[in-house]
């Protein structure tokens, strides 16, 4: 087991929630996943991933837990970075997009979005009455709003090649004609894509599994919607983690 792993998460609260070892025997009925513990010992933990997780199961391959303080939870444990395909690791999950975009926008990593005043999550916005994932306002150059929509990407097909949708996301098709629903009404609209793998180097849509979503992207981006993508560490041995790098989106 890698013993240079991530330490933890930045939360976006300024603290960091650890992270523990274990082996990822399989992962099932969507929200469950079975992993083995230094002692042997074996349990079940939930999974936070309404996605495929497509290239991002190793069974076998070390994964790294958190444990929630609530004493309540049938599954305390909550799975968070597996490996993946060709050594790389994966964040899978989806949750901790918004925590990771979060800490990035604080310390000031997202360089596209720098000289908002305010920070606001949840919003429901647009004519299909969606939730902005963040509301940013107050610009030191402009009045205009700003809506950031994260989504977290995982898959990786070729080595350095990242794709989104993994599976079919009427959710997230929505989620662009609202964007584009902002530009047409004189805001600014981000989609930001959170990349927690460690091995993917560019970004694109997913023809190949959500064609409608892929030529949506293509349609709001041309209308004025801004598409970016921000990455975890190539070499994710630094802690704890988190979101340092711009990455390029290949439409």
Known sequence: MNLSAPCGFENGVGEVDSLYPAVLLRRYKRFLADVR???????????????????????DGPCWYSVSP????????????????GGHWAGINTGRANQLVAAALEAGVIK????????????????????IDFLLTDHCSDKCACYLEV?????????????????????GTKHL???????ARGQRAVLLFCVQHTGIRQV??????D???AD?????????????AYGVPQDASLHPWRLVQPLPVVC
Do not use: W
């Not at 989504?151 to 959710?171: C, H, I």
């Not at 694109?204 to 599994?209: E, F, L, Q």
């Open 204 to 209: 694109s849509p997913a023809d190949h599994i």
């Open 70 to 85: 609530n004493k309540t939870r049938k599954y305390p444990q909550t799975l968070e970075i597996v490996t993946a395909p």
């Open 112 to 131: 596209e979005l720098l000289g908002y005043k305010h920070i606001q999550r949840e919003q429901v916005y647009g004519d299909e009455k969606s939730r």
């Open 151 to 171: 989504k977290n990407l995982t898959l990786m097909e070729a080595e350095g090649e990242g794709y989104f949708p993994d599976a079919v996301s009427a959710r």
């Open 216 to 228: 949506t992207l293509r349609e709001v981006k041309a209308a004025g919607v801004e598409v970016i």
């Open 177 to 183: 004609r609202e964007l584009k629903l902002m530009v």
């Open 211 to 213: 064609k409608l979503y």
């Open 37 to 59: 513990l230094a002692d042997g010992s074996e349990i079940t933990i939930h999974c936070p991933n309404t996605g495929s997780m497509k290239n991002c199961v190793v069974v």
